[in-house]
């Protein structure tokens, strides 16, 4: 019996022992499998979560949640030819929320409006309560706004240091400079330029370090820029006009030492920067450049081997060709020599010179001085002068005193620049070595016809329309040009488009400076408004002013008075 109860045990206890083992089997399965799921689930959140971070990457920020949070890239510093800044970053604060951490989006709105009260109310109040973790509220703040919202102590409120641009001389060379926009991009004039040279892609990347920007030298004359700008802002109210400006080119290199165009804008204030009447109209504007295209019409028919300048035209009577008729403003009634049809300004004259070198002759000159095609340059704002589809007789006889087609002020001093050495060459904004120039001019006329444009160039200031012009000492020649408007397609008899297109000094020009005056009125009563009266006084007091600074001496020994070729 008690082997039998010993052996009953045993069995008992093998199985209870078989039982636990299978029950611990069991648990440790269920175990693992759930530590399994656990892991599963925690992985399968973690993936939805990178997933919806990738996505949300892709996404475009809402505009209801304010700009994105990013820091505003830098710019090279521009300088003057001379060194002198014209642009560069300075560091600025920018205001940002929390809404998130916002408590009373009420109470701050109150509060920052005391030191901001142009503040949009209603824009900034969606902001605060967007629930987003970051909005911009005001960019680039003065010190004195950031002092006094600091002072305020708003929970959620904070500060960002960003960079902005800023241009010392404000308005000075506002057309050529251009702007940067709030996050320091160009946008215009040779801010615009650089960024498309490669710096905007430097500022995508991040690689844009202010250490390792070197400075943008242009080929400008702060000074001179300065000179220019002043004179032109003093003739637009002398004159009453609605619009001046004026370009110093350098013949021999093709770089601008000045050029400015009025109204403007600052630049550092841009508000009034697109109003379509501070528009630069040197270089983006395009008009009928009036009687300084005679410079051009003569080169033409001297540098055709057809005509000398002791070849003779009949302007006795007016010319009709269909339903037009040329006359002269002032019309001597006989028989011109060439320098007497450029110094009276002869619209009869200037049409038998055209039609002298014909029809086709006359389009490929303007074509070859570059009059026709669209200006190449660094400054993107340039308008694409305008011209007749088919030219025929009567569109060539009026473009031979600048009338019926349409080029920029600048194309025009470059123009002008060819006829006084030869060769054309693109305008640069940026420095430029003769030996360069050298490299890229073209040959576009002959020495003869160069030789004797210095010329008339000359005995038109001295004997012309351009007395005005004259600077003891510096030998200025040039040509007048007083074009009338047209106004719903018809010249208007009361509105004017004056240039005054001159080089200096004329025995070896070094400058072309050309002024235009849009739509002037008498300086007095009883007074013409004609360019010799008001564009050619202009280029004087620029000249006047800057030829020293531009290296160029006074000589005396020159001022003898030039000999007209004829005057029977």
Known sequence: MIKLFRRKAALSTSSASIVVDAARMTTGGRAKTRVLMTMAVFFSIYAAIAGRLVYFGFQEPDPGAGPASRVTASRPDLLDRNGEVLATDIKTAS???????????????????????????????HKLKSGSGFVWLRRQLTPRQQ?????????????????????????????ILGLTNIDNQGIAGLEKYIDDQGLADLQATGLALPEDLEPVRLSIDLRVQH?????????????????????????????????????DFDPNNPVNALDKDHLNR??????????TIKSFTTAMALDSGKVTLESRFDATRPITIGRQTIRDFHGKGRVLTVPEVFIYSSNIGSAREADVVGIEGHREFLERLGLLSRMQTELPEVAR????????????????????????????AVGAAALMTGKLLPPTFLPRTEEAANAIGQKVVSDYTVESMRYLYRLNAEKGSGKRAEVPGYRVGGKTGTAEKVVNGRYAKDKRFNAFLAAFPMEDPEYIVLSIIDEPKSEKPGMAATAGLNAAPIVANIIRRSASLLGVKPEFSHESETTVVSTE
């Open 227 to 263: 000179i220019v700008r002043d004179e032109i802002s003093q003739a637009l109210n002398r004159y009453h006009a609605i619009a001046a400006g004026a370009v110093v080119l350098n013949v021999k290199t093709g770089e601008i030492l000045a050029m400015a165009s009025v109204p």
């Open 147 to 175: 002092a006094d919202i600091m002072a305020l102590g708003l929970p959620g409120i904070g500060f960002r240091t960003e960079k902005r641009r800023f241009y010392p001389g404000g308005t000075t060379a506002s057309h």
């Open 282 to 291: 040197m270089s983006a504007g395009v008009y009928e450049m009036g009687s």
């Open 385 to 412: 002068p305008t011209e007749p589809k088919v030219w025929k007789k009567v569109h060539s006889i009026t473009a031979s005193f600048g009338h019926g087609f349409t080029t920029t002020p600048l194309q025009t």
């Open 95 to 125: 205001l940002f929320a929390e809404p998130r951490r916002i408590v009373d989006a009420d109470e701050v709105i109150e509060k920052l409006s005391t030191v901001l009260p142009d503040l949009q109310i209603e824009q900034t109040y």
